[in-house]
């Protein structure tokens, strides 16, 4: 039985469907069980990480944990009490979902999230993989409403650019990691086959559309006026604003060819990703 956290969002949904296509027994954990929506076969569980005993009733009788929270400062708390339910369970093994560069000298901040978590699986006496995936190709998704209404894409990173990943591809390594003992002790840096600025990849989401897509530059601190503006939590804006810096600089474009070394082909480009979701950015 294969335990999957955060089996509602982008790619938890996607590890999900993949280990279910597979045959595999899979338990997905959600807060909302009603409204999960997950393929025909799969248990679906209530759990929240601030209810210990949830996650341990979520935790029994399964082999196999992967372990994904929403972004913010409390991936860490979440990732080690999710650990320990699954330690107390006997679960044998786990897979976490990390952020590109966590542990390095120069991380960006959001590695600050991620890298307590990342020593709690080292430790957790389970065999572990690690995953640290580049900018999400369906992080263009919030370009969508711009994109309909022909306004410029907001651009907050200049001509930075990012390994973009498509979270099909982050998922399917997922699995590969969760069925087999191949990638016990890894820690993977999973990226696209090119790396692109957003003005790049706005030259792309247009020539699929084919329409132009214009953006506009947000420095620094306009950005981070209109982020607490929205309603964002303070230390989160401050992680968003100090991630942007990061890729802005050049020290986020990452390519690496560990996507194919696990699935056996190349990861998919983001005008592939584009192309697949284009009907979000219609009119």
């Known amino acids: 039985m ?14 999900v469907r993949l280990l279910a296509e597979r045959g595999e027994p899979v338990r997905a954990l959600t807060r909302e ?16 990480f601030g209810d210990p005993a949830s996650l341990e009733r979520a935790a029994a009788g399964a082999t196999a944990l992967f372990l994904l929270s929403a972004p913010g400062p409390s991936v860490s708390l979440h990732d080690r009490a999710m650990l320990a339910a699954a330690r107390a369970a006997g679960v044998g093994r786990v897979v976490k979902v990390s952020a590109i560069g966590t542990g390095e000298a120069d991380q960006a901040a959001v590695g600050s999230w991620h ?40 651009n907050m990173t200049g001509t930075g650019a990012v390994g973009v990943v498509d979270p099909r591809d982050v998922a399917a390594v997922a699995v590969e990691a969760l069925v087999s003992a191949g990638h016990d002790g890894h820690a993977y840096t999973l990226t696209g086959p090119e790396s692109l600025s957003v ?5 792309r989401l247009g020539r699929v ?17 209109q982020l607490l503006g ?3 939590d303070a230390s989160f804006v401050e992680v968003v604003i100090d991630g942007n810096a990061f890729i802005r600089s050049g020290r986020s474009a990452v390519l690496t060819g560990e996507v194919e070394g696990v699935l056996g082909r190349p990861p998919r480009a983001f005008e592939t990703w584009v192309y697949d979701h284009r009907d979000a950015f219609s009119t």
């Open 33 to 48: 069980p009603a409204r999960a929506g997950v393929p025909y076969g799969v248990e679906v569980v209530r759990g929240d």
């Open 2 to 15: 294969i335990l999957v956290t955060g089996a509602t969002g982008t790619i938890g949904s996607e590890v």
């Open 230 to 232: 929205s309603g964002m």
């Open 115 to 154: 890298l307590p978590g990342e020593e709690a699986v080292r430790a957790s006496g389970m065999a572990w993989t690690l995953l640290r995936p580049s900018s999400f190709a369906s992080n263009a998704l919030v370009w969508a409403r711009p994109v309909r209404t022909g306004e410029p894409v907001p």
């Open 199 to 203: 003005p790049e990849q706005t030259a």
């Open 209 to 225: 559309l084919g329409r132009a897509v214009g953006t506009v530059d947000v420095p620094p601190d306009v950005a981070r006026a």
